[in-house]
T-cell receptor, first 109, second 115 residues
Framework: DQQVKQNSPSLSVQEGRISILNCDYT??????FLWYKKYPAEGPTFLIS?????DKNEDGRFTVFLNKSAKHLSLHIVPSQPGDSAVYFC????????FGTGTSLTVIP | GEEVAQTPKHLVRGEGQKAKLYCAPI?????VFWYQQVLKNEFKFLIS????????ETGMPKERFSAKCLPNSPCSLEIQATKLEDSAVYFC?????????????FGPGTRLTVT
């Protein structure tokens, strides 16, 4: 059973606009959440994380929001740039890492 | 090293042959994880190590798959008698912790093709 879900397989956004990537999870015991970015033929690279005791974490153009009651997190990228085009995975940490199935973001110049 | 290193980058094996993949974690990281990415975007956890000890092997297939992390050697993932369904990209990751507030750092992956 998939404990972390990314229901949008793909997303297209115009350069300069906001990209919002969503992730849902089922296990309320998860205490740490992460976003990874993956280019083709490379391994995932860590982007940003958030602890379950927070509801927002910001790092430059990237902000992660956590809504524990809804078991939902989102990644906001603003402004979006063509170099942001990649597959984004959310992950949740419990006794191991659980990954979502990814959202492919395309930023159109 | 400062990056997780995986070798080889590509591996082609005939069905029934053995495949062995290697991973060198980031220096100072005591946890190593192996993942299998079969479909384009789905990571399946296989096994994790704390130093040379198996930490969690709940994702490891019972047959044909084995893994080791020996002192002063790269970690390895071995598949005996490969099958077509083993074709995937195998990622290794390392971390300072098995969970909690530590991120995992991934290697570039080994693409295994079983023909």
């Amino acid at each position: 059973d998939q404990q972390v879900k990314q229901n949008s397989p793909s997303l297209s956004v115009q350069e300069g606009r906001i990209s919002i990537l969503n992730c849902d999870y089922t296990n309320s015991m998860f205490d740490y959440f992460l976003w990874y970015k993956k280019y083709p033929a490379e391994g995932p690279t860590f982007l940003i994380s958030i602890s379950s005791i927070k509801d927002k974490n910001e790092d430059g153009r990237f902000t992660v929001f956590l809504n524990k009651s809804a078991k939902h997190l989102s990644l906001h990228i603003v402004p979006s740039q063509p170099g942001d085009s990649a597959v984004y995975f959310c992950a949740a940490s419990g006794n191991q890492f659980y990954f979502g199935t990814g959202t492919s973001l395309t930023v159109i110049p | 090293g400062e990056e997780v290193a995986q070798t080889p980058k590509h591996l082609v094996r005939g069905e029934g042959q053995k495949a062995k993949l290697y991973c060198a974690p980031i220096k100072g990281h005591s946890y190593v994880f192996w993942y299998q990415q079969v479909l384009k975007n789905e990571f399946k956890f296989l096994i994790s190590f704390q130093n040379e000890n198996v930490f969690d092997e709940t994702g490891m297939p019972k047959e044909r798959f084995s893994a080791k992390c020996l002192p002063n050697s790269p970690c390895s993932l071995e598949i005996q008698a490969t099958k077509l369904e083993d074709s995937a990209v195998y990622f290794c990751a390392s971390s300072q912790s098995a969970g909690g507030t530590y991120e995992q750092y991934f290697g570039p992956g080994t693409r295994l093709t079983v023909t």
